[in-house]
């Protein structure tokens, strides 16, 4: 069965720091993995995805990710946060070839960002 | 385009009553599904659809039904609500059926609370 487990419910960092929502995969066949981005009361919109080709993968709003095999993770990271950034992020796993579009999300992160 | 559309945006149920949300997509995606959004549970697939007159159970399908008659619509049905169907509902649609590249659209969400 795939997984997806996101370390740390909550994460608060300075308008400026670096931010870091990690991110452990568990998957019995290659995997695809997406991070996608939640403001408050909307839907969610997707970051980044990775999909077998490059493994540091670059998504909007300046954010990055790496697909680190050997440790079955898929960081999310952005070097200066901004107000604006403030919101929920969902990493989630695709199971396998023949099992259609489904998603498997984490728990979420509630990123703050303190000015 | 609208792009993926839900309503109604927020209801109020009784324990027992039935309701329908409402999903819509005007991208010609043959792929829709359905997820709930719980506090520290990230979303949970209920049913999805690869295709008109085709759907099938996701992680927790019970207490909720579907159908795809058309590509466009993929309403999603309680037929006798509970307090445990309280929940935000999210609609996803995506061109392709494979775990591939394609990115999932998100509805802007349907606020359930059942009494």
């Known amino acids: 069965a795939q997984s997806v487990t996101q370390l740390g419910s909550h994460v608060s960092v300075s308008e400026g720091a670096l931010v870091l929502l990690r991110c452990n995969y568990s998957?019995?066949?290659?995997?695809?993995l997406f991070w996608y981005v939640q403001y408050p009361n909307q839907g969610l919109q997707l970051l980044l995805k990775y999909t077998s080709a490059a493994t540091l993968v670059k998504g909007i709003n300046g954010f990055e990710a790496e697909f680190k095999k050997s440790e079955t993770s898929f960081h999310l990271t952005k070097p200066s946060a901004h107000m604006s950034d403030a919101a929920e992020y969902f990493c989630?796993?695709?199971?396998?070839?023949?099992?259609?579009?489904?998603?498997?999300f984490g728990q979420g992160t509630e990123l703050s960002v303190k000015p | 385009n609208a792009g993926v559309t839900q309503t109604p945006k927020f209801q109020v149920l009784k324990t027992g009553q039935s309701m329908t949300l409402q999903c819509a997509q005007d991208m010609n995606h043959e792929y829709m599904s359905w997820y709930r959004q719980d506090p520290g549970m990230g979303l949970r697939l209920i049913h999805y659809s690869v295709g008109a007159g085709i759907t099938d159970q996701g992680e927790v399908p019970n207490g909720y039904n579907v159908s795809r008659s058309t590509t466009e619509d993929f309403p999603l049905r309680l037929l006798s609500a509970a307090p445990s169907q309280t929940s935000v509902y999210f609609c996803?649609?995506?061109?392709?059926?494979?775990?591939?590249?394609?990115?999932?659209?998100f509805g802007p969400g349907t606020r359930l609370t059942v009494l």
């Open positions: 996803a649609s995506s061109y392709s059926t494979r775990p591939s590249t394609d990115t999932q659209y």
């Open positions: 998957s019995s066949v290659p995997p695809y």
């Open positions: 989630a796993v695709t199971p396998g070839f023949n099992q259609g579009g489904k998603l498997i």
